[in-house]
Every structure is written in C-alpha cells, then in structure tokens.
C-alpha cells in the first residue's frame, strides 16, 4: 500500500490534519491501536467537549520555547474552528467566558472530524498496530497489522500519556527518540492532587464540596473554583495550578479571594463585638465548611464573642483563610490527567510545517510536542490549529 502522508493517531490533530491534507490533494491514510476514533474527545469537558477557547493566545501555553505555537495559532483561530462546526450544524454553548461547548454531546465533534476525512478522502483503519517506522529512500516505510504501508510523510499524532484507559501510550516518543530527537521530561499536568493522613481525611469529609478560591504557586494565580474529593483537592483552580505545580511544593489557597479577612474581621470586631466567629464565618462559607474550619483549629472556642480576640488571634485567622499554605502529597497521575506536560521538544521541528527539520518526511503535531495549554479549551485549539498547519502542508 502506498499513500503520500500517513497519520499516526486519530484523535483530535490526527484527524483534522488528515482531512487537511486530503483537501490539498493528498492520498491520506489515519491508523490507530484504538477500535474508536476520538475517545478522548468523547470524554472530554465530561461528554460535551470544550472544543475551542475564543481567548486563546501563546500566553495560554506551557512549553519550554514559548514562541514555537505562536504561528499555527495565528494562522488557524478559534472563529475558523467554530465557523466549521457552525456549517455542521453543531450546536453549542458558553459555559464560561470563551469556552464554547457541545450543547448536547461531545460525538457531535467527531461525527464532523470523520465526515470531513470522509469528504476529503481520507482513509482511516482502527485497530491497526504499527511494528515499526523507518525511513526508505525519500520516504518512510510502516510495518503495520494491514501490512506494509509505504508513504512520503509520516504524521505522528498519538497524543500523551494522559488517561491510559483510553489507549494513550508513549509511541509518539519512542518514535521520537528513535529518530534521534530529544523528549523532555512528561509529567501529568491539569491533574487533582491528593494529600496524605490528617488532610486526606478531612478533605475526604468535605467530598463534593466546591469553593472559589485563588490558588498559587510558582508565580502563577488562577481564581476559580476548588473541589474537595475523596482523595484529596480537584476543580479547575487545582488542575491549573498542578500545571506548574512541582512535587514537595506548598500551594497557597486564599478561600476569600474577594475579601482582605484581617481587615473583614477587625471591623466585624468593633462593629459587633458580640458576634461568634462562627458567625462570622457562616456568612461566607457553607455551614459544613465553616463547621470544618473551627474543628481544624483545636484550640479555638467558637462560642466565644469577637471582642475576646486579640489582633494576632484574628491576624492569624485571617492567615488561614486568605493565605493557607498546603503542600500535597502528589497528584493522582496519568489515571486521571488531562493532559501531558512536557514531550518532543520543539528545537527541531518547523513551527510553519511541523516537519522534522533534518527530515521532513516525519512530522508532529498535538500533545505529543511538547505545548500543553491551561484548562479551558486551549488543548483542543492546540490541536485544531497544529493539525490544520501540518496537513496543509504535507
């Protein structure tokens, strides 16, 4: 069998690089291990798939050459991917400001990634296993389940190593270093963070509890939710931060972003010395959270008046709430990440084409490249954007 490029992975920047380079003329073939096309998009943004972010810029990026994503993005933006899936008649809603979701279910992006292919011309056989990859001639050559397959671009979009259930491997950076590229260090990135003995059980009592906090770290803020788990901390305050976040590292929680606590509780002193802390605390939190708050701190009274705590005691009330310092114990890994932090570095690929510089019949484009963008549809973009600009130019 011979095809001029062939896509490794059909995931999200598999399959819209293939319909691309379907559409350029290209004979195109996707192959996968997997019996589904798509399964992470299906799973994603909990089955409605937060395909785009209309706020993306480079800044939304983690990557050790920021610059590398700046021209794909530039060249293929949110509005072109929501214009595609406008004219497939998906609908879709604003969950937040910029995230753009499935108004029913995350099928509805496959359904356009594989018509496109169809429409295009591109062929795609799952559950098919690659033995092997190597350069023949001017090409590259495939040992597959289906047989050999001889093509002039190999296109390696096989994702990370995030969510192993849904087939993720570390194929692409064997492939990588096999041609004698260097893959930096993968960790889990946009993961929950579990915490060990006193604060696991406590936040295990507090299961299913959602806040607004500012959550810190590494110079990096991000103010959005936190869910307490069985395990340990999640919501997407905690999954941005665990981005950034490096094991043995404290985070700083501020649980009354909007709110100066110290000054809150200095002026709910002189203004109603007779109020509880209790009280006080029940104003702003759920009652079981501000129940946990007191029970956390042994030595505290919560039958006692305002008025009986002196500046450091309400100072450090104040510290706990607005600046409370937790180190976890680890994140919950590759089992429930979202993404890969990390991967095939950028140094020798085209950021234009995505080809390898010292051999253009290989290319890489997604998450396996080392950019991993913060939660919120970046991700999805990423792969919208670096998809479109490698199977243009195939």
Known sequence: MVYDVVVIGAGAAGLMCAAQAGYAGRRVLVLDHAKKAGKKILMSGGGRCNFTNLGTTPQHFYAENPYFCISALKRYRPEHFVSLVERHGVEYVEKAPGQLFCATSA??????????????????????????????????RLVTSLGRIDAGVVVVATGGLSIPTMGATGFGYELARQFGLEVLPTRPGLVPFTLSDTWKARAAELSGMSLPAAVSCNG??????????????????MLQISSVWQPGEPIEINLLPDEDAAASLRDARAATPKRQLSTWLGERFPKRFSQALLEWMPENDPTRPLAHYSNDALNSWAERLNRWQLKPAGTEGWRTAEVTMGGVNTEAISSKTFEVKHLPQLRFIGEVLDVTGELGGYNFQWAWASGVACGESC
Do not use: D, N
């Not at 169809?118 to 001639?137: F, K, N, Q």
């Not at 069985?230 to 997407?236: A, I, K, V």
């Open 107 to 140: 099928k509805e992006i496959v359904r356009v990634l594989l018509t496109e292919c169809e429409w295009a011309g591109a062929e795609i056989a799952l559950g098919t296993h690659i033995t092997s990859v190597e350069r023949v001639g001017e090409g590259m």
């Open 220 to 237: 990096r803020q991000f103010v959005e939710p936190m869910l307490f788990t069985h395990r340990g901390l999640s919501g997407p305050s």
